[in-house]
C-alpha cells in the first residue's frame, strides 16, 4: 500500500485496521504525512477522544507539524472541541476569544476596553444570580427589580406602634422646625384650657405663665413641647389627631422604601461578581423610532469560557458545547445552575436598616407635614 491509501484508509476508518497495524501509534503515522507535506489531506475529525488520551500532547504536535494551518473548531469531533479550545485559548487567546465571540456566542461584543454582554432586556440579568431557598430567591427577586415593574413585595403596614419615639425623636433640626411650625399653625397662640390636659407639662406651663385655669403653645416653648413625649402623646391623642395620622403614613413610606432600597442595592451590588461596568443604556435609531439597548462590560470573560470549557472536556453531548447554549448568559446560568461556579448570592434582609429608614423619615416629612 501506498502513502495516499493509507491516507485515505484512515480518512474513511480512522485510526484503524491496516494503518495501526503499519504505523502502531496515532503521532508515527501523521509524522510520516507531515514528512511528505501531505497534512491538508488529513481529515482531523477523525481524531478521536481515545487517540486523544493515548497520545500525549497531541494538539501541540498537530500545531508543530503543521497540521492546525488554516484550521479551525469545526475540523474536530464534538468530543475534542474542549480541547481544542482550552489549547487555542493557551496559545493565542485574543484570537480564541474572538472566534467565541463572533462564531459560538451571539451576545458578546468585543471593544478596546474588553468584552461587553448586550442585553435583550434587564432581566436577563437574573440569571447570574443563586436560585436556591424559598420564593424571595436572590434570582426571584432580582428578576422583579430588573423588571418594567419592579420590585413587587408584601407592604410592611404596621411598621410602628410608637410613632413619637420611631418619628420625631429622630427628626433632624430642620423638620423639628417644621414640626414646630406645624404645631403652632394648629393650636399656637390660642387659650387652652389646663383642665383638659393631664400632661405635667402643661400644668407646669399654665403655672409659669399665670393665666390662670389657661395656657398657650408659643414660639418660646414649642420645642420644649416636642422634647416631652408625654405631652405629645397626649396632644396626637386629642388636638393633633391628624398629625399622628400623617407621621404613621410617614414611618410606613419610610420603612418600605428603606426596606426596599436595601434589596436594590444587595442586587446592584451582587453585580460586582461578574461585572466590572454599570448598565449602560446605548440609544439605537431606526428612521424615526429610538429604543434602547442595554450592555454591561465582563469582568472576566476568559475565565468565565475557561471554566464552561474544563467543565465539559470529553463529552462531546450537543449541550457540552458552547454554541448549543449560543449566549454568554445561558452559558453561565447553566454554569451556575450545575454549581460549577457560585451565584451572586445574598442574604434577603427581615427588616428594614434604620439607619436608611431614619434617612428617608426627615426625606418625606414635608412631603406630609
Known sequence: MTLSDYIEYYNNNGFDGTVVKVFNNLKNFLKVVAKKERQNEIELENIGYSDFKNNDNLLEFLEQSGYLYNVNYDNFDDVLKNYYLEYWINKDSAEALKYICYELLSDVEIRPDGFWLRLRDREELANFYDSG???????????????????????????????????????????????????????????????????????????????????????????????????????????????????????????????????????YDGLDEFFSSKIDDQEVKKGDKISYVSYIKIRDFQSDMMNFILQNQGYGTSDSLLEYWGNYTSVMKQLIDDGVIDGIDFRIPDYADWDLTRKYINEFFTDYI
Not at 430567591?137 to 403596614?157: H, I, M, Q, T, V
Not at 384650657?193 to 416653648?221: C, K, M, P, W
Not at 399622628?244 to 413610606?253: A, M, P, V
Request: aromatic share 12%.
Open 133 to 267: 431557598g424559598r420564593d424571595g430567591s436572590p434570582r426571584n427577586l432580582a428578576k422583579e427589580a430588573f423588571g418594567e415593574e419592579g420590585l413587587d413585595f408584601d407592604r410592611y403596614w404596621d411598621t410602628t406602634d410608637d410613632v413619637y419615639g420611631d418619628v420625631i425623636e429622630d427628626l433632624d433640626e430642620a423638620n423639628t422646625q417644621n414640626l414646630a411650625n406645624y404645631i403652632l399653625k394648629i393650636i399656637g397662640n390660642q387659650d387652652l384650657n389646663v383642665e383638659d390636659y393631664e400632661s405635667d407639662f402643661f400644668h407646669e406651663l399654665a403655672e409659669i405663665q399665670a393665666r390662670g385655669e389657661f395656657f398657650q403653645i408659643t414660639s418660646e416653648n414649642v420645642y420644649d413641647l416636642i422634647k416631652d413625649s408625654e405631652a405629645m402623646n397626649e396632644l396626637m391623642e386629642g388636638d393633633l389627631s391628624d398629625l399622628k395620622s400623617e407621621l404613621y403614613s410617614i414611618h410606613s413610606n419610610a420603612y418600605n422604601s428603606a426596606y426596599e432600597s436595601e434589596i436594590y442595592e444587595l442586587i
